[in-house]
């Protein structure tokens, strides 16, 4: 039994090819079972996304035993302690896509790269040329939002392909997503980046 006072709470994904997830599925539950972490686990030919809790030691074993995997390799973990119970159960599942979009098919290699708040604030400062695109939802950037931001006449995140198609004249042009976490919008970057997608950038909600 691990000490709540000494524990905490990660989360984290990645797309990466997982040729045979459930084979995996097994292993990673018995090792989870094994150090005593609890939460859950989804994987997915597309990769991994989950959130898991336990001792801080025994969560330090699991990040380095996750990437360990070749088809893993490096994972950004987010991290906060947890006082309490935050999983009572240890599930890791196999679903035909980490997040329901409706996306089949996708090269994720092809998706845009990521772009920091320093480097688009150097963006700026040397004068550049871009376009920036605000996905978060109507109501996020509502609240606030980047000078000259184009926000999508859109309320579902289905609705994203259509619209893309929309702005074709953008093909010539650095174009930059605001986005509040990108596992939706990454899935989608492999098809958009054939058209008008260059950069991006993980913009968190604004609280």
């Not at 708040?117 to 400062?125: D, F, R």
């Not at 184009?150 to 074709?168: A, L, M, S, T």
């Not at 174009?175 to 993980?202: A, C, T, Y």
């Amino acid at each position: 039994m691990s000490d709540s006072s000494n524990s905490v709470i990660i989360t984290f994904y990645k797309y990466t090819r997982i040729e045979n997830p459930e084979e995996f599925q097994p292993v990673l539950l018995n090792f989870c079972l094994q150090e005593e972490i609890k939460g859950k686990i989804y994987l997915a030919f597309e990769g991994i996304n989950g959130s898991v809790s336990g001792d801080h030691k025994k969560i330090e074993i699991f990040k380095s035993y996750l990437q360990s995997f070749p088809f893993i390799g490096e994972v950004i973990f987010k991290e906060d302690p947890v006082f309490g119970i935050c999983h009572e159960k240890m599930f890791v599942r196999v679903r035909k896509e980490l997040v329901n979009s409706g996306a089949r098919d996708i090269d994720l290699s092809l998706g845009g790269k990521r772009l920091s708040p320093e480097g688009l604030l150097k963006l700026y400062e040397e004068g550049k040329e871009f376009v920036i695109i605000d996905t978060r939802n109507w109501y996020e950037s509502k609240i606030g939002r980047f000078k000259n931001a184009v926000i999508p006449p859109i309320e579902n995140f289905r609705e994203w392909p259509e619209y893309v198609d929309q702005i074709e004249d953008l093909k010539d042009k650095t174009v930059i997503l605001i986005v509040p976490g990108e596992l939706d919008v990454k899935k989608h970057l492999p098809s958009w980046s054939k058209k008008v997608l260059r950069m991006f950038i993980n913009w968190m909600v604004v609280s």
